[in-house]
Structure formats: C-alpha cells, structure tokens
C-alpha cells in the first residue's frame, strides 16, 4: 500500500507499516447490522429446511411413543408411559400437541407402542397434523440452542468466530433431521450445551450464572437419562468458575470484549492455608448449589405431570445388581427416574444387531460411533472442528476454554461407545452441537490464507447441507457417496427410521398405479393410513410373490431367510427418500 506525504501530493512514496493507517472499517451500528443480518439469514434456513423436512415425513419410529405418552401427560397426568425417559422432553412435545387438540380413549390400557398408534391412526386424528404440532415446538428449541452456539463461540472468539460456529450448527444435517423430529435429542444436547456456556460465563459472575446452569443441566437430565455422565464433569466444571471469579475478583465481572477476550486476568494467588481452604470451599459449595438446582428441576418435570407422583412400578422392571444397582438407589431423584434407569440397564444387557460398512453383526463395536460420524458429519465440518479442537489446546488465551468445550462431549462420546445398541448418530447428536463452538476456534488463526480456508469449509459445509434437502436423515458426506449410498455402510436412523412412508404412497401413485404392492416397513407408521394396501412377502409362498417388493433399506441390511430370497431374484428399480428401495420381481 502508498500514501500522499503531507504537502507532496504530487508524487506516491512507499511507507513503513508503523505509519500506515488502519484499514477503513465499517462503522460499528453497520457492522452490527451485518451481523444480526447474518444470524437471521442462518436462522431462517435452519428454520425453513427444517419446518419443509418435518411436513414431508411420517412418523420415525421413536416419535409414536412420545407422542402418545405427551398426550397422556396432559389429558391424563399420568407417568405410567414411557419410563426409561424422563419427561421434559415429552412435556415440550405436548406444548405444541395443545394445538393439535388430539383426541384419546380415556379407558386405553395398551403398551406404549399401541398407545401411539392408537394416537395417531386410532382415535379419529389426523395424523399429518398431529405430528407437525408434537415436531413444532423442537424445531423452535433447535433455533434457540443456535442462538447458544452463537453466543458461546461470540465469547470466546469474537462475532466472526459466532458466525462460524452458527452456520456449521444451521447446516448439521443431523442437528437439522433430528430437530425436525418430536424426539428428545436435540433438546437433551442443547440444554447440556447451555449449560456449559452458562458454567463458562460463571467465570465471571458466579452468582448469577451458577444457578442458571444448574437449571440447564437438570433440563438435560430432566430429558434424556444418558446426560448423567456429564454430571461429575459439569459440576467440577462449576467449583473451577468459582475458583477462577474468586481468584479474578471484582476484575472478572467485567464483560467480555467484542473482540473474544475470554478471560480476565487473575489475581493474586490466596495468601495462606486460611485463603486455599476458603477458595476450595466455595468451589465446593458452587458445586453444590448447581447439583441442587439441577435435581430441582428434574423434581419440577415429574411433577408438572403427576403433582401427586403416583407411580407403579412395571412388572417386568428388570433387575439391577451391583455398581448400577447402587447408582440408582442413591441418586437424589424420583422413584419413576430411578425406575427408568433399570429400564435402560434392561435394553443395555441385551443383544442388538448393528450394521457398519456392510456388515451385520450381533451386540455392539466400540468404533461404531466414531465411525459414524465420520460418514455422517460435512467433511469441512470435520476439518473445522479438529483444527478448532487444536486452536483451543494451542493458544494460550483459549486453553482456560478447553475443558469446558472439549471434555463435556468427549465423556458422554466415550460413555456412549461403551453401549450395547449401535443404532444410530442420534446416540451422539452432542458432538456436532459442540463441535460448531469448537471449529469457530480456528478464526484465530489470524492469517489471511487462514480466514479464506476456513470461509472455504463453511461454504462447503451449507453446499453439501442444501445438497441433500430434503433427504437429512439418510445423509452421509461426499467421502462415502452421499445419502444415496449411505445404506451400503449404517442402518437404522442413520438411513431408515420409517420417514418414508408418506413418500413411498405418493410414488407409488404417480409411477405404479394398480400394480401388486409387496412391503417389508420398518416404521411406526400404519401403511393403510396413507392408502398404502400391501402384503407382507415373507408370509406368502415365494412363488405367488410377483410385482412390485418394496423394502426398507435397514430390513435390506438385515434381510435373510426368505427375504433374502427374494431379494436376490429381484431387480432394483427406484428409490424412494434414499431409505426405501423399491425392486421388481418377476
């Protein structure tokens, strides 16, 4: 760059850069305009993709139950449904049902899974409209826990670093399937992710944040029971804030920096055994008065249902010995919670079948997780985030952040790994939640190459989201083929969890009208309801099998027998939402 020298305008001189002038910016009211611009631009396709994606699919499997039991909840204020998972989730699904105004037999004494179907086909409702209702209000918690993202990695990094980190979030195409979905794991992650923020914000005023992070945690537990490894985390989490705002002082009040200062510099270290042992205590006790908070709340769900906590227990409750046994009985909670944890034992001492990479097992693979996500996660995203993870640990002004951003994730995927039901991402839907906060680290990385690299992922990360609307379920990276071949290597709701039901109808319509109809569904939903009449080939004598077989992809997966058979004297012929194959057979 050149300058005019004072009173030489007549001729161009080079200059030092101590006396280069600083870049024209923006004014700040413009820069800040640009920003909001740019938040609402994020928002609003999260909002719209999600909302298109939710109208166009029928109940996964999951959705059912806690649409039934979120009925029950408030028609009922019963908790005699659904056990093995808290209620918050299902009372946030019955906010939207209130809508919807669903009708129920008082007198209904089925099981959980007749009970949704029941809800949804039985009783007089509308299906569609039911479930666009039961969806609606997870769909808002998802935007909401954007705003999260946005202001966690703002705070750590600055406004470009918060851009970042929402766009890699407003473009997950497992953040935008699952919060599209009335189920419970984008609400149970979002509410862990505030939680960690409001732990990070307590670093500078524990009193007020302390509190607020103990309500979030117990909304997390509140909803899904596989938070509760994160507790220890998150409480040793909060005794650190504390040490930090007592060590800091009045200095760590003061708010964060536009920029992304993260912390304020510390004081003095305490004087003394006396200054320690106070220190030490009021870890401890902000420790405490968070776990508190977070039981209260959990208390507060179970009796926003049943005021009375009526509860008996199922009959067919499985028995809990030893280090689990002792987990449930001295945990501070409900006696329906503690129950519901014997449940989950149940399910993790049985024996499911997985599927990674063309393989079909029985039981579970301590890799199936990782490997997951490495199909199911934008490549840019996995680029952005391990060099977000690096930039955490390498800059020194960051690496007070780290444990918060890394370690909460880190746990419950190690956790998770160790399960016996390798069924699908949902399992892990934190990771690309925190991961978001993480990738905004690398706008740290102050080389300009560096900002067009990462401006580069992001971009490639919305290119390979859009790719695939409206199909976000069955998605799977550039690296392994796409959704369109992302049955060939996972199963279950990675793929196929019954969402194309009403797609298979329609197409079935258009392109093979009166033609014999043959279904193997994997699903919740009932095909009649959407004028679907078929039969079920593995009943029928493999001769009298001709026509159309149409089978979901994860039944594929697991096919044998007489389905096997089948499959192996048919031909492919189309596909319907990347998760139901249809084939003829002559």
């Not at 939710?54 to 659904?82: F, K, M």
């Not at 129920?104 to 086909?121: A, I």
């Not at 503690?338 to 079909?360: K, P, S, Y």
């Not at 009298?544 to 096919?559: P, R």
Request: hydrophobic share 50%; with cysteine; net charge positive.
């Amino acid at each position: 760059m050149s300058t005019f020298l004072a009173g030489r305008h007549d001729e161009q001189l080079p200059v030092s850069g101590a006396e280069r002038p600083a870049r024209r910016r923006l004014p700040r009211r413009h820069r800040r305009l640009l920003f909001v611009l740019a938040v609402v631009a994020l928002l609003a396709e999260m909002a719209v993709a999600m909302v298109t994606t939710a109208v166009q699919q029928t109940p996964t499997i999951d959705e059912p139950v806690y649409v039934g039991t979120a009925v029950v909840y408030t028609q009922q204020h019963s908790l005699r449904y659904n056990p093995e998972h808290p209620p918050l989730g299902k009372l946030i699904v019955a906010s939207g049902l209130v809508f919807a105004h669903p009708h129920l037999d008082e007198g209904f004494t089925g099981d959980q899974t007749e009970l949704g179907r029941r809800v949804l086909y039985e009783s007089g409702n509308d299906p569609w409209r039911v479930m666009f209702w039961a969806r609606l209000p997870v769909m808002v918690l998802t935007l909401l826990f954007g705003l999260v993202v946005l202001a966690f990695a703002r705070e750590l990094v600055g406004p470009v670093g918060g851009l970042t980190a929402l766009a890699l979030y407003a473009f997950s195409p497992d953040v935008i399937a699952h919060g599209s979905l009335a189920t419970l794991d984008v609400p149970a992650s979002g509410f862990l992710l505030t939680s960690v923020w409001l732990l990070w914000r307590a670093r500078r005023r524990p009193v007020l944040h302390l509190p607020l992070a103990g309500a979030a945690l117990g909304a997390a537990l509140a909803t899904k029971m596989s938070m509760l490894p994160a507790v220890p985390v998150l409480l040793l989490l909060a005794a650190l804030s504390v040490w930090h705002a007592r060590r800091a002082g009045p200095a760590a009040a003061g708010p964060a920096q536009d920029g992304g200062a993260v912390d304020a510099p510390a004081a003095a270290e305490p004087s003394g055994r006396h200054g320690w042992v106070r220190l030490l205590g009021c870890g401890a006790a902000g420790a405490a008065g968070t776990a508190l908070v977070a039981v209260a709340v959990v208390w507060a769900a179970y009796l926003a249902v049943d005021p009375r906590l009526r509860w008996t227990a199922p009959a067919d409750l499985p028995p809990v010995h030893g280090l689990r046994a002792l987990l449930v009985d001295v945990l501070p909670f409900p006696r329906p919670y503690r129950d519901g944890m014997r449940v989950q034992f149940g399910f993790e001492n049985a024996t499911w079948q997985g599927f990674l990479f063309g393989r079909l097992y029985a039981g579970s693979l301590w890799y199936y997780l990782p490997a997951a996500l490495l199909v199911k996660t934008p490549l840019g995203m996995l680029a952005l985030g391990a060099a977000g993870a690096a930039a955490l640990l390498a800059v020194p002004r960051l690496r007070p952040a780290a444990p918060y951003v890394l370690i909460p994730p880190a746990l419950l995927l190690g956790t998770a790994m160790l399960g016996s039901r390798d069924l699908g991402v949902r399992y892990a839907l934190f990771v690309p939640v925190f991961l978001a906060v993480a990738a905004a680290c690398v706008v740290t990385f102050g080389r300009r190459w560096a900002r067009g690299v990462t401006a580069a992922l992001v971009l490639f990360v919305a290119v390979s989201s859009l790719a695939t609307y409206p199909f976000y379920l069955p998605y799977s990276n550039e690296a392994f083929g796409g959704p369109s071949k992302t049955r060939l290597r996972l199963h279950d709701s990675n793929v196929d969890w019954g969402q194309d039901l009403g797609r298979l109808a329609d197409r079935l319509r258009e392109r093979y009208p009166r033609e014999k109809v043959w279904l193997v569904y994997k699903g919740a939903g009932v095909p009649s309801a959407y004028g679907i009449h078929a039969a079920d080939p593995r009943t029928a004598d493999p001769d009298d099998v001709h026509g159309l077989l149409v089978v979901s992809d994860t039944s594929v997966a697991k096919a044998d027998g007489r389905l096997a058979a089948l499959l192996a004297t048919s031909r492919p012929i189309d596909d319907v939402g990347h998760s139901i194959t249809v084939y003829r057979r002559p």
